[in-house]
């Protein structure tokens, strides 16, 4: 199957910091993707959609302006928690959508705020 | 709208058991598509199985099993013989059979296998 990168794998940061999440696609291209986040012991929520090239569209609950998404090229796509809290503390994972239906999930990053 | 229940919410077994864990959706569409992956300790996803809506045949894979029943919209998942690294949180999860679409998870079942 496809490789997906996350970068970083886990972080730290202090209250009102901003965090930046790297999802890259290693040996395939794709139009759209999805980030999701888990809060500890619970499934994984649909955060965001975005295709390469647009403005990525939320789902409802989601701060457009506190999680920005760069959708800038179909292998990569950054998430940006700005200003974080601790209530923003997860598990976020990203995946790449392909043309046979199947997504490929990143590994995760698991963001800490302090 | 569509929805995926894993009523199941955490199963304990010994090693060597049998065990069958439970997903049944809700979904509008004729057409669609059923996953479930399995999330270890170390949080990142496992695909297991893609099921197309118009395959109803049941699947094996090793130890790992699939029920696919359309008429009860179940898609039940059955581990033969567990072994312990099989502990982990297992996610089925549904899509519409269309590019660019989300996938919608069910809350998971925690399975854990003891010696």
């Not at chain 1, 496809?2 to 886990?10: C, L, Y």
């Not at chain 1, 647009?54 to 200003?83: C, P, R, W």
């Not at chain 2, 049998?18 to 999330?39: A, G, I, P, S």
């Amino acid at each position: 199957g496809a490789v997906v990168s996350q970068h970083p794998s886990w972080v730290i940061c202090k209250s009102g910091t901003s965090v930046k999440i790297e999802c890259r696609s290693l040996d395939f291209q794709a139009t759209t993707m999805f980030w999701y986040r888990q809060f500890p012991k619970q499934s994984l929520m649909l955060m965001a959609t975005s295709n390469e090239g647009s403005k990525a569209t939320y789902e409802q609950g989601v701060e457009k302006d506190k999680f920005l998404i760069n959708h800038a090229s179909l292998t990569l796509s950054t998430l940006t928690v700005t200003s974080a809290h601790p209530e923003d503390s997860s598990f976020y994972i990203c995946s790449f959508d392909s043309v046979s239906y199947e997504q490929y999930f990143g590994p995760g990053t698991r963001l800490t705020v302090t | 709208a569509q929805k995926v229940t894993q009523a199941q919410t955490e199963i304990s077994v010994v090693e060597k058991e049998d065990v069958t864990l439970d997903c049944v959706y809700e979904t509008r569409d004729t057409t669609y598509y059923l996953f479930w992956y399995k999330q270890p300790p170390s949080g990142e996803l496992v695909f297991l199985i893609r099921r197309n809506s118009f395959d109803e045949q049941n699947e094996i894979s090793g130890r790992y099993s699939w029920n696919f029943q359309k008429s009860t919209s179940s898609f039940n998942f059955t581990i033969t013989a567990s072994q312990v690294v099989d502990s982990a949180v297992y996610f089925c999860a549904l899509s519409e059979a269309q590019a660019g679409t989300a996938l919608i998870f069910g809350k998971g079942t925690t399975l854990s296998v003891s010696s």
